[in-house]
Each structure stands twice: as C-alpha cells, then as structure tokens.
C-alpha cells in the first residue's frame, strides 16, 4: 500500500466558481493536476458531474487515463438513493471512494437515520469495492461521526479527516485526529489559520500553504499513517478572495503547487 497525493476541484475552486470570466472545465483540471505530475483528481461537491450522461463520464475516464489521472468523488448526503447515484458514476470512472458529509442541502438525517441509510446503502459500495468516507466538520460531532461508523462497521465505510473543519465547533483538530485515526479512508490537506479582521473586531479562519499555518500534518500522518494503510492525501484550500478573479485564481494556483511541493519533501 501506499499514499497518493491528490489534488480536489477546491484546489481549483475560485476558476470554476461562477466570479470566473470563463470558468475551467474538469477537462482544463485534469490538464493541471497532470502538468503537476499528481495522477488523482478528487471531482468533489461539483454538482454538474450528476448530470453526466453515461457517455460523457466515458469520454472524462479516457482523458484521465491519456493524461495519468484517476479519480475520486466527493459529494453530500447519505440518502440511499444519492449515494446509489454516486456509486454508479464512481463505476462510471473506475473510482473506488466517494467521500460524502452527513448532511446535503435536502436532507438532514437523525444519526440514527443515518445509520440506517447507510446500513443500506454500503451493501451495494461492499459488493463494488467501492468506500464511503464521510468527512469530519462542524455541523456533526466528531463522536456522533466515529459512533456512526463504528456502528455500521463496514470495512467499506470510513471518515474523511480534515482536523480544520471542526474547529467552527470548538472541535480541536489533535481531538478530532485522535479520534478518528482507526477509522480514517481519506485526508483532506488543507493547512489553516486565524487572522484578525479588519478593526480587529473578531477573526477570519482561512487557509495558508502548508507548513505555515496550525496544522500539525506530522502529527496527523503519525495517527493515521497513510503510507502504511493506502490512504491518499487531497490537497484543498481556504482561499479567500483576493479582490478580482484573476488575482485570485493566480494565487489558488501558486497555493496548489507550493502544497504538492511541501507534501513531496516531506515524503522523502
């Protein structure tokens, strides 16, 4: 086993938001994941990949291949019929994880719902190869999150850490790794941290590149040991806007490459 770095579409965030002038396609993603030397795209909460047609999905898995690129899938919700879509867009793209989050915009199960939704559900993913991993962040515990997995107990069924979502919930992010590290099927980079706001009247909680923020990654990487278990390492940002799209999408740019650089040396 070992740890692949990705990169995910909030790598890319502000040049497919709608503030673009000519928002990138995940075609133009896939070309800049590949111009990087990283072979995974984490095609994650981008609604428009629901309304790909079997053929379409097709032709994005061969530009993939052509250019070295495999992928994953992230989305939200838990409903047995969202995740059903979902798997059959991940076999669409031979992806073998599907990151999701509690809650989606329609939908917002009990834990015990949940529960029983995704009791459901990861029948069909066991039966696929295909994992869930639901992500840590602050509109659910982190307990209530281990608790439901280690419920289902599925070896189809993980969590996908990201120690900075929780903070929102006074959640901190050693507590939250501490926690969820047994159950852990992917990560989520993304380095962070506080600034004051303007008139020093409160904070703005954002990312920086990693190693220059408060995210203890060594820390994380002892707990979950991703090498160790084959559990890949998604790049995302926080990036704030900087004023116009250009400026920004520039800035997303030279954030995704000094991430991959960082992650790279600290590898060797």
């Given at each position: 086993?070992?740890?692949?770095?990705?990169?995910?579409?909030?790598?890319?965030?502000?040049?497919?938001?709608?503030?673009?002038?000519?928002?990138?396609?995940?075609?133009q993603m896939v070309d800049k994941t590949a111009a990087l030397?990283?072979?995974?795209?984490?095609?994650?909460?981008?609604?428009?990949?629901?309304?790909?047609?079997?053929?379409?999905?097709?032709?994005?898995?061969?530009?993939?291949?052509?250019?070295?690129?495999?992928?994953?899938?992230?989305?939200?919700?838990?409903?047995?019929?969202?995740?059903?879509?979902?798997?059959?867009?991940?076999?669409?793209?031979?992806?073998?994880?599907?990151?999701?989050?509690?809650?989606?915009?329609?939908?917002?199960?009990?834990?015990?719902?949940?529960?029983?939704?995704?009791?459901?559900?990861?029948?069909?993913?066991?039966?696929?190869?295909?994992?869930?991993?639901?992500?840590?962040?602050?509109?659910?515990?982190?307990?209530?999150?281990?608790?439901?997995?280690?419920?289902?107990?599925?070896?189809?069924?993980?969590?996908?850490?990201?120690?900075?979502?929780?903070?929102?919930?006074?959640?901190?992010?050693?507590?939250?790794?501490?926690?969820?590290?047994?159950?852990?099927?992917?990560?989520?980079?993304?380095?962070?941290?506080?600034?004051?706001?303007?008139?020093?009247?409160?904070?703005?909680?954002?990312?920086?590149?990693?190693?220059?923020?408060?995210?203890d990654y060594h820390g994380m990487v002892a707990a979950v040991?991703?090498?160790?278990?084959?559990?890949?390492?998604?790049?995302?940002?926080?990036?704030?806007?900087?004023?116009?799209?250009?400026?920004?999408?520039a800035l997303e740019d030279r954030w995704t490459a000094s991430?991959?650089?960082?992650?790279?040396?600290?590898?060797?």
């Amino acid at each position: 086993m070992s740890s692949t770095i990705g990169l995910s579409t909030y790598s890319f965030f502000w040049q497919w938001h709608e503030t673009a002038p000519q928002p990138i396609t995940l075609e133009q993603m896939v070309d800049k994941t590949a111009a990087l030397g990283v072979t995974l795209l984490q095609i994650c909460d981008y609604p428009l990949i629901e309304s790909y047609t079997a053929a379409k999905l097709s032709e994005l898995k061969a530009y993939g291949a052509a250019k070295g690129v495999s992928f994953e899938l992230g989305t939200r919700g838990v409903t047995p019929e969202h995740l059903a879509r979902y798997l059959e867009i991940a076999q669409a793209l031979d992806v073998t994880l599907v990151r999701s989050m509690f809650y989606s915009a329609t939908s917002r199960p009990t834990p015990a719902e949940a529960e029983q939704f995704l009791r459901t559900a990861v029948q069909a993913y066991e039966a696929s190869g295909v994992t869930i991993a639901l992500e840590t962040y602050e509109q659910v515990p982190v307990q209530t999150l281990v608790d439901l997995v280690t419920a289902v107990d599925s070896p189809n069924l993980g969590i996908c850490l990201d120690p900075a979502n929780c903070l929102a919930a006074l959640e901190l992010p050693a507590e939250t790794v501490r926690r969820t590290a047994p159950l852990v099927k992917n990560m989520h980079i993304k380095d962070f941290s506080f600034s004051r706001k303007d008139g020093w009247v409160g904070f703005t909680l954002a990312s920086v590149p990693l190693g220059e923020g408060l995210l203890d990654y060594h820390g994380m990487v002892a707990a979950v040991r991703p090498e160790e278990r084959g559990i890949n390492q998604i790049v995302e940002h926080w990036l704030t806007w900087q004023g116009d799209s250009a400026t920004t999408c520039a800035l997303e740019d030279r954030w995704t490459a000094s991430v991959v650089e960082t992650l790279r040396s600290y590898a060797k």
